[in-house]
């Protein structure tokens, strides 16, 4: 299976700065036939499902908003979030679907610091 | 707007089955693929498989000995079985949209599923 470790584990950010995860993929998520990173991010609150962000690496979802970006290619992957508001504490994960079976990485809690 | 709701028992005995369904609302069945995802008390997320309206699954190799997915059209409905579970099986049970491309744009609540005598 591909094995997909953020990085870092947990980080607290203030109110308005920028936040930074990273996905790593144990294997390249670029297929070169169509140029795409089959790469999402999602986003899970406490009791909450996850929430899709972002998918094929940089394209955010209808109704995510501007602050959240996804860039990376291959098998590094970076989440931003470029000025970090309270509703945004929560876990996130990646997850690849390049290969069969389809896997996440352990996830990256966010919080205020 | 795409909604699901998962539903089904709570707690089920070791050895048993776990059943459990997921209504769709807002789309039809056969617009989709259809996964269903997992996720243990304080830990990650595992996929577990996929269904589509014709019959057609594809399981996690991890659990395919013990899985079985299939869809009811006329429902509005998919299903998850799982077969001859263990505690390591205790997690709250996601359905989810795969919009073809295997990732997940639209997720039930979850249910948690305890095995447990």
């Known amino acids: 299976d591909i094995v997909m470790t953020q990085s870092p584990d947990s980080l607290a950010v203030s109110l308005g700065e920028r936040a930074t995860i990273n996905c790593k993929s144990s294997?390249?998520?670029?297929?070169?036939?169509?140029?795409?990173?089959?790469l999402a991010w999602y986003q899970q609150k406490p009791g909450q499902p996850p929430k899709l962000l972002i998918y094929?690496?940089?394209t955010r979802e209808s109704g995510v908003p501007e602050r959240f970006s996804g860039s990376g290619s291959g098998t590094d992957f970076t989440l931003t979030i470029s000025s970090l508001q309270a509703e945004d504490v929560a876990v996130y994960y990646c997850?690849?679907?390049?290969?069969?079976?389809?896997?996440f990485g352990q996830g990256s809690k966010l919080d205020i610091k | 707007q795409v909604q699901l709701q998962e539903s089904g028992p709570g707690l089920v005995k070791p050895s048993e089955t776990l059943s459990l369904t997921c209504t769709v609302s807002?789309?039809?069945?056969?617009?989709?693929?259809w996964s269903w995802i997992r996720q243990p008390p304080g830990k990650g997320l595992e996929w577990i498989g996929y269904?589509?309206?014709?019959?057609?699954?594809n399981y996690n190799p991890s659990l395919k000995s013990r899985v079985t997915m299939s869809v009811d059209t006329s429902k509005n409905q998919f299903f998850l079985n799982l077969r001859s579970v263990t505690a390591a099986d205790t997690a709250v049970y996601y359905c989810?949209?795969?919009?073809?491309?295997?990732?997940?744009?639209?997720w039930g609540q979850g249910t948690l599923v305890t095995v447990s005598s």
């Open positions: 997850q690849q679907y390049y290969y069969d079976p389809y896997t």
């Open positions: 989810a949209r795969d919009p073809s491309f295997k990732y997940f744009d639209s």
């Open positions: 294997q390249s998520l670029l297929y070169s036939s169509n140029d795409k990173n089959y």
């Open positions: 807002g789309v039809s069945v056969t617009s989709s693929y």
């Open positions: 269904v589509y309206y014709s019959g057609s699954t």
């Open positions: 094929w690496a940089s």
